[in-house]
């Protein structure tokens, strides 16, 4: 291939003198995986006495279980260069009982 690339919608290009232009200022999926988390949670609640309640509910973080990997190494010359040693928790799960009076 020779010759310059004729490219008329490039992804970036210098914005226009004394503008800011409509690039975001960070790409965080540039330098790490996306990070794809779901957080839920569910309550029910039970009568008890007139003005007497119980709660019951149930959390769910990152509910969907998708695996959150940490950014990649990048200390370079290092033997481990870009590649990702560490993940985010699992799915978690917390159950609680709240009574209010």
Same mark, same amino acid.
């Given at each position: ?35 794809? $988390?779901?957080?839920? =949670?569910?309550?029910? /609640?039970?009568? !008890?006495? %007139? ?21 990649? $190494?990048?200390?370079? =010359?290092?033997?481990? /260069?870009?590649? !990702?040693? %560490? ?15």
């Amino acid at each position: 291939m020779s010759g310059p690339v004729n490219c008329t919608n490039p992804a970036f290009a210098t914005a226009a003198p004394w503008t800011l232009g409509t690039a975001p200022r960070y790409f965080s999926d540039l330098r790490a995986p996306r990070y794809n $988390n779901w957080d839920m =949670g569910i309550q029910k /609640f039970f009568p !008890i006495h %007139e003005n007497i309640r119980l709660q019951f509910r149930v959390d769910f973080f990152n509910a969907f279980n998708h695996p959150q990997f940490y950014a990649p $190494n990048m200390s370079y =010359g290092s033997g481990s /260069f870009g590649t !990702i040693t %560490e993940t985010y928790s699992p799915r978690l799960t917390q159950a609680v009982l709240k009574l209010y009076w």
